[in-house]
């Protein structure tokens, strides 16, 4: 599959633990989007990387934080993990993470905070 | 803050009749508008985007900035349609996609 791909597909955990979600943007993708969406909620810009480095915050909790590495792939760290968590976390790709460049969405990870 | 409204969360039209989705926002200043879709068991996927003003699946979106809306209409639907459709919008000059809760279309044979 040379699109996006995000592992785990599910995860399921406890409150208080701590999970990694992990994102791997199609070849030649320099800039990496991830999003939250909840239950009967729209997708929520969370934080965008581009070639490693943080590019554009949005409404990402502090519990929260993600890094991009040397070779591109994101990882997605959620911390004291609580009920309202749970929620479809989603991957999102582009060429160069401009304002016109296409988004290519991954399959998402379900988590679930138990 | 920007912010982008789908005002229905249920559509179900028959096979051959109009569609129209309605998307409103509230954005100051020029923004750029989205349409994407996510079919059963796939991945969300871009529809189309106002820069284009291109016909995507026989759908188009017109930007209205009086109105601040960008309403997805096609005017004979087809069973495939069916999906759930989220409007978006990314400010000028700032790639940050804020989308609306989605409509989800059901084609009725």
């Known amino acids: 599959d040379s699109g996006v791909t995000q592992t785990p597909k599910h995860l399921i955990t406890a409150t208080g633990q701590r999970v990694t979600l992990r994102c791997s943007p199609r070849?030649?993708?320099?800039?990496v989007y991830w999003y939250q969406q909840s239950l009967d909620q729209g997708l929520q810009f969370l934080i965008q990387?581009?070639?490693?480095?943080?590019?554009a915050k949005g409404n990402i909790l502090e519990r929260f934080s993600a890094q991009q590495f040397p070779d591109l792939h994101s990882e997605l760290n959620l911390s004291s993990l609580e009920l309202g968590d749970s929620a479809l976390y989603f991957c999102?790709?582009?060429?160069?993470?401009?304002?016109?460049?296409?988004?290519?969405f991954g399959p998402g990870t379900r988590l679930t905070v138990l | 803050a920007q912010r982008v409204t789908q005002p229905e969360k249920l559509l179900s039209v028959f096979k051959g009749a109009p569609v129209e989705l309605k998307c409103n926002y509230s954005?100051?200043?020029?923004?750029?508008l989205f349409w994407y879709v996510q079919y059963s068991r796939q991945r969300l996927q871009l529809l189309l985007r106002?820069?284009s003003r291109e016909s995507i699946k026989g759908f188009t979106a017109d930007l209205n900035k009086g109105e601040t809306s960008f309403h997805l209409k096609k005017p004979f639907a087809q069973e495939e349609d069916s999906a759930m459709y989220y409007c978006?919008?990314?400010?000028?000059?700032?790639?940050?996609?804020?989308f609306g809760t989605g409509t989800r279309l059901t084609i009725i044979p």
């Open positions: 999102a790709s582009s060429v160069a993470g401009g304002r016109f460049d296409e988004q290519f």
């Open positions: 070849s030649g993708d320099l800039s």
């Open positions: 990387y581009y070639n490693g480095e943080e590019r």
């Open positions: 954005y100051s200043g020029s923004p750029e």
């Open positions: 106002h820069i």
């Open positions: 978006a919008l990314s400010p000028f000059g700032n790639e940050k996609l804020t």
